[in-house]
């Protein structure tokens, strides 16, 4: 760096941020920084004209209290400006220039010497040189002064301002007075005060300075950190409101395309609909006016004979006009074509129901609490809870947030699910699996996923346990001979058996005690209970018919089945309906509570051979074919769907597939006759579990039957006894 440079830097730092002039006469705030005294207290007199009691630092904006004699000058004064003043006036022309120290007659300097630290004239300076003990003095003329000489202008020793002091440096400090003084000061002024050397004390003072600048580092680091945080914040907001915004507009315009979509849709319906309705009318149209057509021509032709009054010619046509107008009046008359009304039918307004939330609500920072739990069980309450945070992690609760959950199956479906909010920022989440394995639980705050979501919840099924088994081969109380069907009574959990060989209806506890017996004219083939607690047996050597008994064992009614042939296992479904599977036509027929009406009648296409058992659940009838080795699917309406398993003997195979039903848990069980087993599968058709070996070695489970309160309670007509697991 030149001189020239280092002048300029010198003047830009000496520089009144009010006038943007060299500074005169600088006075500096409690704030540090310092202004001419001219500038600030003009800048007071500007501030009293608006009646303002105070004034703001134009630099760091500080307010501070306008002096009641609306000056400044008691301020204390820039040392280092003072000094960079100095300096400058060196250089500048413009400047009052620096006066000789060595004569009286105070005449500018042209040089300094750095020995004396005196600023000499031309001719001091000469004398200077000629005196043998200053001769080797550095010296320096002051229009050759080079940076070193400059910079050590600014840093030369500071001289007494006490009258007759002024050639002596201030080389003491008084500690009592917290001032600068010189030798001389000590003596005459300072004589008893405790006094410590310049540098000493400065070193001292230094050190405490050092420490308060170190902390009020710290603390400037600390905001910058605080104003970057606080930057990147409002350009993470604004990107954020911007892509919220495009959210929006892009929902919007995709909301109206729907709607033009909608709306071709909508006409091209009504298009449709008004070409196939005027279609109708022209064709009815022309029927009319064709028949209109040939009875004008009938009657003019008609009428024209009459007018004419001609004997002979009324006696010739006669015949033939009385049987043209028989024929024309004999005609059927075309029906009126009565259009349908066409109807816009608006299902609801358009209510997108979307919404802008402005919320402290941060979701990377909201949590899910007990999600991770391992103990989740099918039909089980599970509930774990999310807690919505801001950006600093702390707990908040913002009345707009909206919090989503969706907790689909294995299957696909949708979990219903409760979300309850104590309004504190923390939302208790409460669902209930209906069924066993992986369940995809994701949760969005504000329309963001949760940090961690989705996120796999494995449901443990319920697996079945042994309890009990009773019934051995007989024909007393308790014994059996050819166990065919087996059902629970829902409301009092009485046991019916189909004792088949022993032609009759044995009536059990729940713990296998027996309660009485109904003695039947033939073997019953299958028995239901109806949610009245009635109890449906099927005999078909019977007269064709359906018995219906008490529950005592009386006799209520008989059902003439005429719509059956060869009815296999009864069951009956939630709406009452008695659904059959009928060996005879191959068909499953539903028919009405009261088993008079045949509501409907369906087989499966193709293999669809000896149905032996048909239940219905959730819209849906499983219908059980023991030679085909699998389970067949329909829709409410009969129409076939899909198979379940096929023959062998592995996980989800069949070999002689007989009972079903539906347990608690939305799980369809099979009694798989000759692998010995019960399997489980759910609704779709996914193997899940097995029930075999002890329970069933060397016996055939034939039925099985769910009780209240979900027991499985399973026949083996083989070995002629009754296992309950739970």
């Known amino acids: 760096m030149d001189v020239q440079q280092l002048f300029k830097n010198l003047k830009k730092e000496a520089e009144c941020p009010l006038c943007i002039e060299t500074v005169k006469n600088p006075k500096t705030l409690p704030c540090l920084h310092s202004f001419c005294l001219e500038c600030l207290d003009r800048h007071a007199n500007f501030a009293r004209r608006q009646l303002k009691a105070t004034i703001k630092c134009p630099v760091c904006q500080t307010s501070f209290q306008i002096p009641e004699t609306d000056t400044f000058e008691n301020l204390p004064s820039s040392f280092h400006l003072n000094r960079l003043v100095d300096v400058l006036a060196l250089e500048d022309g413009s400047v009052q220039s620096q006066r000789c120290n060595s004569c009286d007659e105070n005449n500018t300097a042209t040089c300094y ?10 001719s001091c300076f000469q ?9 080797g003095h550095r010296n320096v003329l002051i229009d050759k002064l080079q940076v070193q000489d400059v910079q050590e202008l600014i840093h030369r020793p500071v001289m007494c301002s006490e009258q007759y002091h002024e050639d002596q ?6 500690e009592d007075c917290k001032v600068l003084i010189c030798h001389k000061c000590t003596v005459v002024s ?10 000493k004390a400065a070193q001292e003072q230094k050190m405490q300075m050092s420490d308060a600048v170190a902390k009020v580092k710290a603390e400037m680091v600390r905001y910058e950190s605080e104003i970057k945080k606080q930057t990147d914040l409002r350009n993470k907001n604004k990107v954020e409101i911007l892509n ?5 507009t892009d929902t919007v315009e995709r909301l109206i395309r729907d709607l033009r979509e909608h709306e071709r849709k909508m006409k091209d319906k009504f298009r449709e609909n008004y070409e196939a309705e005027q279609k109708h009318h022209a064709t009815r149209l022309e029927n009319f006016e064709l028949v209109a057509t040939q009875l004008k021509s009938c009657f003019e032709r008609c009428q024209s004979i009459l007018d004419r009054n001609f004997s002979v010619e009324i006696l010739q046509t006669n015949h033939a006009i009385l049987g043209r107008c028989n024929e024309l009046l004999n005609v059927r008359k075309p029906d009126l074509y009565m259009s349908p009304h066409v109807r816009y039918l608006v299902e609801k307004k358009l209510d997108p129901m979307d919404r802008v939330v402005v919320t402290k609500t941060d979701p990377s920072k909201c949590l899910a609490e007990g999600q991770d739990s391992k103990d989740v069980k099918e039909r089980k309450e599970t509930y774990f809870a999310i807690v919505t945070k801001d950006s600093e992690g702390f707990q908040c609760y913002q009345q707009d947030d909206k919090i989503k959950v969706d907790i689909l199956t294995p299957e ?18 409460t669902y209930t699996p209906q069924c066993g394995g992986q369940h995809r639980v994701e949760i969005l705050v504000n329309g963001q996923s949760l940090t961690g979501s989705p996120w796999i919840v494995q449901v443990h099924q319920h697996q079945y346990q042994f309890a009990f088994q009773y019934g051995s081969n007989g024909k007393g109380q308790g014994e059996f001979d050819g166990i065919n069907d087996i059902d629970v009574s829902q409301k009092t959990g009485t046991i019916a058996v189909a004792d088949y060989d022993n032609q009759r209806i044995q009536l059990l506890s729940s713990e296998g005690k027996s309660r009485r017996e109904i003695k039947l004219d033939g073997e019953p083939w299958s028995v239901a209970f109806t949610d009245s607690g009635d109890l449906l047996t099927l005999v078909p050597r019977s007269d064709n018919k359906l018995c219906v008994l008490s529950e005592e064992g009386h006799f209520i009614k008989h059902i003439n089945y005429k719509h059956l042939v060869k009815p296999r296992r009864l069951s009956i479904a939630s709406d ?9 036509d191959n068909r499953i027929k539903v028919l009405s509570p009261n088993g008079n009406d045949l509501l409907q009648s369906f087989s499966a296409p193709d293999c669809g051979k000896y149905p032996s058992c048909a239940i219905y659940h959730q819209d849906k009838f499983f219908v059980s074919y023991y030679h085909a080795n699998c389970v067949k699917v329909f829709d409410k309406t009969g129409v076939y769907l899909h198979d379940i398993g096929c023959e062998g003997s592995n996980d989800g195979q069949f070999d002689g597939p007989n009972a079903l039903v539906i347990d608690k848990y939305n799980r369809l069980i099979v009694c798989d006759s000759d692998n010995h087993r019960l399997q489980l599968f759910t609704l779709t058709g996914t193997f899940l579990s097995k029930i075999d070996g002890e329970y069933f070695q060397n016996g055939v489970p034939c ?12 026949g083996d007509c083989l070995n002629c006894r009754i296992s309950v697991f739970y």
Not at 127 to 135: C, G, I, M, N, T
Not at 192 to 199: I, L
Not at 412 to 429: F, P, S, W
Request: aromatic share 8%; with cysteine.
């Open 169 to 174: 440096p201030l080389e003491f400090y008084c």
């Open 190 to 199: 300072h004589d008893r005060h405790s006094k410590t050397d310049t540098q």
């Open 113 to 122: 010497c750095f020995v004396c630290q005196d600023f000499l004239c031309a």
């Open 244 to 248: 919220e915004e495009k959210k929006m």
């Open 127 to 135: 004398a200077h040189q000629r005196l043998k003990a200053s001769r």
């Open 576 to 584: 009452g309906h008695i659904i059959i599977p009928d060996y005879g």
């Open 412 to 429: 696909g479906d949708q979990l219903k699910t409760d979300i309850k909010d104590t309004e504190d920022g923390k939302y208790t989440v």
């Open 703 to 714: 039925c099985v039957a769910i009780n209240s309160g979900g027991s499985l309670v399973v």
